[in-house]
């Protein structure tokens, strides 16, 4: 069995440089074992795709429709641990039996195709439905914007980006259980998800909210590149 081991649970990166070998080493999909780091380790900055070959590799990409690409990208956010073997096995077919491409209900795409629906439709909802509350003075004096969202996929880091777009300058952070992400009103950082048991109430001032903050990212956060997020 061939292990496969990424950075994390959105490791688009490592998941292409992974299938790109295993393409070029002919390693079929029953043959993979995928695992996802979930320790501390994992909080990385996304790298520039730049120096490792983007997608499966150039004769893998010959033949995998581009829509696959971009729809891969979407399912890797998913919550189903079994998202990378279903990627994988399917860019292994596309490969080995280009006729996928033109068959409209095949069972697995049909699924990569409903678990990116899924995704879309919780990136939509973070987007519209999320409410930042304004608990007064951060550091440095300025305003501090604090949320809670449990989103039901991984999502947050991919979001990051748009909400600092949406709020340019502000300082502020939106805290999940599987993930955290803050602006310091120039930069984007990531940290650890806060469990439920220590998120803030509705009802709660603002220093319970600050202490949920602090929580979460007290000399945990890494840098996040504001670029990085779902080509929607």
């Not at 990166?13 to 994992?42: N, S």
Request: with cysteine; net charge neutral; glycine share 8%.
């Amino acid at each position: 069995m061939t292990q496969a081991q990424l950075r994390g649970e959105t490791d688009l990166a490592g998941f292409h440089a992974e299938v790109r070998h295993l393409l070029t080493q002919q390693v079929p999909p029953e043959a993979v074992q995928w695992e996802a780091c979930a320790c501390r380790d994992d909080l990385y900055l996304p790298q520039d795709p730049s120096p490792r070959t983007p997608g499966p590799g150039k004769a893998a990409a010959a033949i995998v429709p581009a829509s696959f690409l971009r729809l891969s990208e979407v399912v890797l956010m998913h919550s189903d641990p079994g998202r990378f073997d279903l990627l994988y096995r399917l860019l292994w077919r596309l490969v080995h039996e280009p006729g996928l491409r033109h068959d409209p209900v095949d069972p697995q795409m049909l699924q990569a195709q409903q678990m990116g629906q899924a995704v879309r439709r919780d990136l939509h909802k973070m987007k519209t439905l999320l409410s930042f509350r304004n608990v007064g003075a951060g550091a440095g004096g300025h305003p501090m914007l604090l949320a809670w969202h449990e989103p039901a996929h991984h999502i947050v880091e991919a979001l990051g980006p748009w909400f600092a777009l949406r709020h340019p300058g502000a300082r502020w952070a939106i805290l999940t259980p599987g993930r955290c992400v803050e602006c310091d009103g120039r930069s984007l950082h990531v940290a650890p998800g806060l469990a439920r048991a220590f998120a803030p109430a509705e009802g709660d001032g603002p220093d319970a909210w600050l202490a949920a903050y602090w929580r979460a990212f007290d000399g945990q956060a890494i840098a996040l590149d504001r670029a990085h997020g779902p080509r929607e």
